[in-house]
């Protein structure tokens, strides 16, 4: 099939988050099962300075409506493997920045322009390579104008682009909400702004436009597809979301084993196996004098890798802070975003830098070797549409600590409550259910065979991206 994507992440040209992983590796699977797959994305700054674009190619210049101006750019082309060719939708103007969406605390005031460009290029390179695609696929937000941008462009010339259009949401939490003066710039005709169409309560939201208007709507994890479609997890896109209850679907996204295996991984300093532990022993040791840690310490290391986002269970985090401060414990946290948690957490760092540290910054290297060297990883979510780091605990033998939400739900089992199949520790979204999971898991950690079991469970689990590969095969050939 000829497949196309569009998203504003992907792995390794630009990353903020789980999205950047999940678009990327479902992409090189479709590649490697022989489709015909081309990617879209902005053309940050990043990802034109990356060593894999230095060969990219000016495929089309671009000439985009937007409201009564006419903006210039072009899209640039570059081939990372067989079958995917990875195209970059450039104007400086909007993308040559150092982040994606904002700076720091606020987001750029021209977001609303800048992906509503971005979504209107990819149509007009579509247009002009001719491509006739099986399935064009938007990610969330700042794709979600495709799907509507794209039928609308075959109205107006007369052509074919998509036989099908898929949307995915990957978090509902962020969905692109601007001024209602925005609708001038899409150019849609003018019965789309209004409460069937992209009006959301006096704005224009843009991942509505993307939940009704695409052919196929899918979620990350099956367990988020049925929450949204509730109050509490809709955030306000509960009705929306209902009104294509049989056109969504969720798909659990995978891990991409050519980066996240610790039998493989370079990052590290030492690799491992279920069959030989010794390696995670190593990368302990490393972990513990990255952190300026003492050399010998024995307890539990608890390690958390996250944006710092409300969502991410920070608060229920900083409500237990007694139990790291006062137990045989030591925490690692790596994470960037909101400044207050930053700030909070290093004050947890000043009063005991002896046991917990805190690394405020992006950083791939890091990430994995937490991942590696902790005994635990802690991810109390308020909410995750589907998580990667939960999955990536489990193949490196770190047992997650997670709430009861969404993709976490599907992806571990508490090993107290299934002793026999087990790979984690599970507790309400509270600080009383993350309290109890940390107990519990120093109880775990204080019986060694039933930990080594634990661990040797969740490095045993299958999460490649086969299985999800597959789900999204089947759904692209489905007839609409
Ligand atoms: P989300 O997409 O909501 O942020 P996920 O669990 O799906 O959550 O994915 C997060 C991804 O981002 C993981 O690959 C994680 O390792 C990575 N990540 C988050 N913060 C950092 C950081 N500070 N440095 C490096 N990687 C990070
Ligand atoms: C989003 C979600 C996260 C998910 C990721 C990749 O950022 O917050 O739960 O794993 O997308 O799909």
Known sequence: MKIVHAASEF????????LADAVASLCGVLADNGHEVSVFL?????????????????TARLKIEMGDQFLS?????????KNLKVHLVCREEFFDRRNPYGNGERDYEDNADRFIFFCKGVVEALRLSDLQADVVHAHDWQAALLPMLLRDAERRYDVTLAVKTVFTIHNIAYQGLFPRTVFARTNLPEDLNNMDGLEY??????????????????????????????PEFGNGLDGVVQTREHDIMGLLNGVDLSVWNPATDALLPARYSAANLAGKQLCRAELLKRCNFAPGYKGPIFGMVCRFAEQKGLDLLLANQ???????????????GEKRYEEEIQQLVSQAPEKISLSARLDEAMSHLIEAGSDFFI????????????????IYGTVPIVSRVGGLIDTVTDADEQPASGTGLMGAPTKEGLRNALERARQLFADPARMSAVQKRGMGKDFSWKTAAAGYEELYRESI
Request: aromatic letters at 12%; a positive charge.
């Open 73 to 81: 750019g072009d899209v640039r082309m570059f081939s990372p493997r």
């Open 42 to 58: 902005p053309g940050y700054r990043a990802a034109l300075e990356h060593k894999d674009a230095a060969k990219a190619e000016r």
């Open 11 to 18: 792995f390794p040209y630009v990353k903020t988050g789980g």
């Open 322 to 336: 007694d139990f790291f401060m006062l137990g045989d414990c030591r925490l690692v946290v790596l994470g960037s």
């Open 201 to 230: 309560y006096e704005q224009i939201n843009l991942l509505k436009g993307g939940i009704l208007f695409a052919d196929r709507v899918t979620t990350v994890s099956p367990r988020y597809a049925q929450e949204i479609q509730t």
């Open 379 to 394: 991810m109390p979510s308020l909410f995750e549409p589907c998580g990667l780091n939960q999955m990536y605990s489990q």
